[in-house]
């Protein structure tokens, strides 16, 4: 898509966002945001050529219908752009980092291994349908890959047939939270589904762009992943939204909670096996990980083989009244 601008920070604009591409971020989300922003001078500014405080504050004024995440990513591509102005020489004013403060982090529902198996075979049971041909085939896939990789639902979604190398097991994700990269590598198992997977898509979409297209080879927005999960959760029997409802989300989590179980259960040294986890995550310190691991009763003892009841012995009697 080529996107026009016509403020009179359009051609720093395009400059901006051509060394972004120069290296190697798409950028394609934040050009969008600094497109709008960019009628937003033209409409409100039109004869400001300096990135004001008056105007980057008359920008960061927070919509009734946005929510804290999103302020947050309508503000980034503008610090970033005033960074630029800033290497360029040229005065500008950068919106503070603590401008806009993270929203509040939903309590993550981690799955069992039951309740995993019974989400697959609901959408294992998804028919084709007239205008649809594909959607079969990539929901049941794509859920499969959140669990089985921990990627954020975004990353399935943007992953490009290019991308993924089923010769060795490994998926390349492009400019991922913080325009970051990574090498994704597939369990054997996980890597015989997807080159089936890959063998039945390409019968119905030869030299198709995307990993999980839909019906015309073009990503699903996340709408559709929600929408379809609520359906699934409905099947089950589970609230069907709420705030305490299973999110699609919730399988990284999921991902990252059993990994550590599984080392549990296998005598693995954690301090050492943590790095590979933060790294295969795409988290930039380790403190990023943590939030994605839960200790959940039940789980913990049953996935990572310890008896926790041998330590009752080794803790002191606590006074009622204390």
């Known amino acids: 898509m080529i996107r026009t601008f016509g403020s009179r920070f359009s051609g720093r604009i395009i400059a901006f966002v051509q060394q972004k591409n120069a290296l190697g971020f798409s950028y394609k989300g934040s050009e969008a945001i600094l497109q709008e922003f960019d009628r937003f001078c033209s409409k409100r500014f039109q004869d400001e050529s300096s990135l004001t405080k008056e105007l980057c504050l008359a920008w960061a ?125 597939l369990a054997d198992d996980v890597l015989e589904y997807f080159v089936t997977y890959d063998k039945r898509m390409s019968r119905l979409l030869p030299k198709r762009e995307w990993f999980f297209p839909n019906s015309v080879d073009t990503f699903y927005p996340k709408d559709w992943f929600k929408k379809v999960f609520r359906i699934v959760r409905i099947k089950l029997g589970w609230a069907p939204s709420g705030p305490k409802a299973p999110r699609i989300y919730d399988f990284r989590h999921t991902f990252a909670t059993h990994r550590l179980y599984r080392w549990l259960r296998e005598g693995k040294d954690l301090t050492a096996m943590l790095p590979y986890l933060s790294a295969y995550m795409g988290h930039a310190q380790l403190s990023d990980t943590y939030y994605y691991i839960h200790l959940v009763p039940g789980q913990l003892e049953a996935m990572s083989g310890l008896d926790f009841s041998k330590y009752e012995s080794l803790l002191p009697e606590v006074e009622s009244d204390e």
């Open 61 to 185: 004024v927070r919509r009734n219908t946005e929510q804290s995440n999103s302020f947050r990513n309508r503000l980034s591509p503008i610090r970033e752009f005033a960074k630029y102005l800033h290497r360029l020489g040229e005065p500008a004013f950068v919106i503070p980092a603590n401008f806009a403060r993270k929203g509040h982090r939903p309590v993550p529902y981690i799955y069992t291994e039951d309740e995993i198996a019974a989400i697959w075979n609901i959408f294992d049971q998804i028919k084709p349908r007239g205008g649809f041909p594909v959607r079969h085939l990539v929901f049941p896939a794509a859920v499969r890959l959140l669990y089985c990789c921990g990627l954020r639902p975004v990353e399935a979604r943007k992953l490009k047939a290019c991308d993924v190398n089923l010769n060795v097991g490994k998926l390349y994700i492009r400019e991922s939270k913080g325009h970051r990269d990574r090498v994704v590598m």
